[in-house]
């Protein structure tokens, strides 16, 4: 017989419920015993208290769910109980029912209410009634205590999570600076050697061992392309995001320029929108542009009249903007491999990078609280849009 496998659960959030405490506070103790009588029967734990100040003092003690508080007492009356239990923190917001005679109703029920009343009971009490109103306040209070609860076990789960985040964020800056000076000096300094060895003994090699060389060099520059975009995505992780507005179209334009100068025959067409503004951290979002715009431009290069586009569209009532080109495209299948840390959609011969880009443009958008996402087709281009 096959047996369900155990859940784990919060134990205080599935134990039976205890009871709640209501207090009648009356100086007529056959009255006392009557309402404790009529209300035995929701369960709950009864608190008698035989003047105003006996029910302050029991409200001192500890909390109830519901207060029942006679009009008519010596010395101090329902009203100026009810005004001295409001001004005490502890019970400004626990309900009070005034307990009160039918002829006095119209005198009592508008001073009560001024006084934080939230129910009145008339007398002769009608049983079922009184148990009906005294049990909304019961519900009340124990959703109430319910919620108190989750609140106490929410609060110590993100106490909980935040100390994990903290260590995994100092492990990641360990680990980014094993990368940057114990795992990437050695490729650096394999590289330089490789290149020197091509320089000063490669007439006296033969094609094979000058192609290994080139090969070594190749696989080097590579491991440490993806190294530089390991430590430029660890380096989003910590920082805090400063927001102001941007001119993004000013922005774009700057960007192009570097491009157009670091790749001045890639016969790209750039069109920027005019007026593009958005609210985000400067450096994270040029970083978000240009990595953006360089995919874009990678994947339009085997265009005859390659093409990439910067535009913005307001759809149900939101501002996107979108990088729009006309490249090679991809599946819509596997569009949600594309901003992972080196998933490729195309190999390293067709398309070389480190596979980084994507997933920095991602987290950059998270930071800010926003949504990246691309819509494209195989041979038909792609459109990457993003709203911050």
């Not at 109703?105 to 009145?120: P, Q």
């Not at 609140?151 to 789960?157: D, G, H, I, K, S």
């Not at 819509?332 to 390293?348: E, K, N, P, T, V």
Request: net charge neutral; aromatic share 8%.
């Amino acid at each position: 017989m096959m047996t369900r496998p155990r859940e784990d659960v919060d134990e205080s959030l599935t134990k039976p419920q205890s009871t709640v405490s209501i207090l009648v506070v009356d100086d007529d103790a056959t009255k006392r015993f009557a309402l404790k009588t009529i209300l035995a029967p929701l369960g709950e734990t009864v608190v008698e208290a035989s003047s105003g100040a006996d029910g302050l003092r029991q409200l001192l003690r500890q909390e109830f769910a519901v207060v029942l508080l006679d009009v008519r007492m010596p010395v101090m009356d329902g009203f100026e109980t009810a005004q001295l239990i409001r001004q005490r923190p502890r019970s400004e917001l626990t309900p009070i029912i005034f307990v009160t005679a039918l002829d006095q109703a119209e005198t009592d029920m508008g001073r009560g209410y001024d006084l934080g009343a939230v129910d009145f009971v008339f007398a002769p009490v009608v049983p079922a009634i009184l148990r009906a109103k005294v049990a909304v306040f019961v519900e009340l209070y124990r959703a109430q205590q319910e919620l108190r609860r989750y609140r106490a076990r929410l609060e110590t789960l993100v106490e909980e999570r935040t100390t994990a985040l903290t260590a995994i964020n100092r492990e990641l800056e360990a680990f980014s600076y094993s990368v940057s000076h114990d795992l990437r000096a050695p490729l650096l300094a394999f590289d330089g050697l490789s290149k020197s060895m091509l320089e000063e003994y490669g007439d006296q090699l033969d094609k094979r061992a000058k192609d290994n060389l080139k090969r070594m060099r190749g696989a080097s520059q590579r491991m440490t392309s993806v190294f530089n975009g390991l430590l430029d995505l660890f380096r989003l992780t910590g920082g805090e995001v400063h927001r102001e507005q941007i001119d993004v179209t000013a922005l774009c334009r700057e960007i192009v320029r570097e491009i157009k100068a670091g790749a001045p025959d890639s016969g790209v067409k750039f069109e920027i929108a005019q007026g593009m503004t958005a609210s985000g951290d400067r450096r994270l979002v040029r970083v978000l542009l240009s990595n953006l715009l360089g995919n874009a431009l990678k994947f339009t290069r085997v265009k005859p009249t390659p093409r990439v586009e910067v535009g913005t569209e307001l759809v149900d009532g939101e501002s996107r903007i979108f990088v729009r080109d006309n490249g090679v495209g991809f599946d819509m299948i596997y569009a949600h491999r594309l901003f992972g840390a080196f998933q490729r959609l195309h190999s390293q011969s067709e398309f070389p990078g480190a596979g980084i880009g994507l997933a920095t443009a991602r987290r950059i958008v998270n930071r800010h609280g926003g949504r990246i996402w691309a819509e494209g087709a195989e041979g038909e281009g792609a459109t990457f849009y993003f709203v911050i």
